[in-house]
């Protein structure tokens, strides 16, 4: 089955800081999603990100905030920038995987975000 | 993307079958309702998928009302493992946004 790896597994950081997470995808895909779950809460997209253009971002995101690069078709990385409390959450990352007509989206494990 | 909408919470003892509803009223004729469970924050773990016809594969069945509306997600012999956030979405495949989803409990 595929493999979607993430790293690090966590983090506690410190505020004003930056935090780059790696997703590694075992396929090549031509989209990767990010999405971030804040305690207690359900999954919000952040970006979707192709390989060779810019990422999409959804409404309340901004490239500034989380700049994402897509250097190949198995990989890519979300940078959460100039952090505050706030961000504390889980990050994830997915991608369509499966070659069916209708591709299923696999999660990678996630990355725990701190910030003090 | 279409809206669902799920109970928040269900209980269901261990060994019965579990039914868990998602209502997709407007859902466009395009659009495939997946099930998704999230076990202690890990990431979501895909169950099944469907567009008209009912699914079956070796975790859930998947039942999904004539009209497309609606649709219910079957575990047939709920354990204690099978305790998690269930979502129901509704995409065309490409992004998925996750409602609020329905937590269930397995009880011994």
């Known amino acids: 089955s595929a493999v979607i790896s993430q790293k690090p597994s966590r983090d506690i950081c410190q505020r004003g800081t930056s935090l780059t997470i790696q997703c590694q995808v075992d396929?090549?895909?031509?989209?990767m999603f990010w999405y971030r779950q804040q305690p207690g809460q359900s999954l919000t997209l952040i970006a979707t990100?192709?390989?060779?253009?810019?990422?999409?971002?959804e409404s309340g995101f901004v490239i500034d905030k989380f700049p994402i690069s897509r250097p190949n078709l198995t990989f890519s990385t979300l940078t959460v920038s100039n952090m505050s409390p706030e961000d504390s959450s889980i990050y994830l990352c997915?991608?369509?995987?499966?070659?069916?007509?209708?591709?299923?989206?696999?999660f990678g494990p996630g990355t725990r975000l701190l910030v003090l | 993307d279409a809206k669902t909408t799920q109970p928040t919470s269900m209980d269901c003892a261990e060994g019965r079958a579990a039914n868990l509803p998602c209502n997709h009223s407007t859902i466009s004729g395009n659009e495939y309702v997946y099930w998704y469970r999230q076990i202690h924050s890990q990431g979501p773990q895909y169950i099944i998928h469907g567009l008209k016809n009912n699914e079956t594969n070796e975790m859930a069945s998947l039942i999904i009302t004539e009209d497309r509306k609606s649709s219910t997600l079957i575990l047939p012999h709920a354990t204690l493992r099978d305790t998690a956030v269930y979502y129901c979405i509704a995409t065309t495949g490409n992004q998925f946004y996750f409602g609020t989803g329905t937590s269930l409990t397995v009880i011994p």
């Open positions: 997915s991608a369509p995987l499966g070659g069916r007509r209708v591709e299923t989206q696999y």
């Open positions: 396929s090549q895909v031509t989209m």
């Open positions: 990100a192709n390989q060779g253009s810019e990422a999409t971002y």
